[in-house]
């Protein structure tokens, strides 16, 4: 799929997210046992710290594999919307309580007090609709974490910033509101598009 973001965001999220609904189960799990290895061999992949994922839906790359590989001195948590329209997380374990947010999502059940700013994070994983080569990302329009990782555009890595996705949610271009936080890479089954060495 070639596609060129100029107008119609919604039309190009309908698209993407059909298609990666398309995909058999076979080929879900297949994607991501290998969307795993290639996480695991970022270059900046953290081996202690606070590392973020999220709870996939919507015919998402699944990042259970990931998870359960991730090094003894990482922690792994899950986002969870807060009323300041920023993310915070929680650490999160299969087996731990869960409660749906307001969009349905699961989110870790724990106290407020608990809950980690973006900041801490050494590692974030975001889900995504569609993205570019050169580190754009089309979320499904909420803003979250743009607004949750601006501190990002003042300040250097960590978090870094990873997005992952099915190869087949790449699109060749898409345009760039001023709001938006470009990723440090983006992992897929088939590939890794490490934006920072595009950037040197």
Do not use: K
């Amino acid at each position: 799929m070639t596609a060129r973001l100029t107008a119609d965001r919604a039309a190009l999220r309908r698209a993407l997210r059909d298609r990666r609904r398309g995909l058999a189960a076979g080929e879900r799990i297949a994607a991501a046992e290998r969307l795993a290895e290639r996480l695991l061999a970022l270059p900046f992949a953290p081996s202690a710290g606070y590392v973020a994922g999220y709870w996939a839906g919507d015919g998402e790359i699944a990042l259970h594999m990931w998870q359960l590989r991730l090094p003894p001195g990482c922690v792994y948590c899950l986002p969870v919307l807060h009323a300041d329209g920023r993310l915070r997380f929680a650490p999160w374990r299969a087996g731990d309580a869960l409660v749906a947010n307001r969009f349905g999502i699961p989110e870790p059940d724990v106290a407020p007090s608990s809950l980690l700013d973006p900041e801490r994070m050494q590692l974030v994983v975001a889900p995504l609709v569609g993205f570019d080569r050169s580190g754009h990302r089309l979320g499904m329009g909420g803003g979250w974490y743009d607004r949750s990782f601006a501190f990002r555009r003042d300040r250097p890595a960590p978090p870094w910033l990873v997005g992952a996705a099915f190869e087949l949610q790449r699109v060749d271009a898409l345009d760039r509101a001023d709001w938006d936080v470009a990723l440090d890479a983006v992992c897929t089954e088939s590939a890794t598009y490490d934006f920072r060495i595009a950037a040197a």
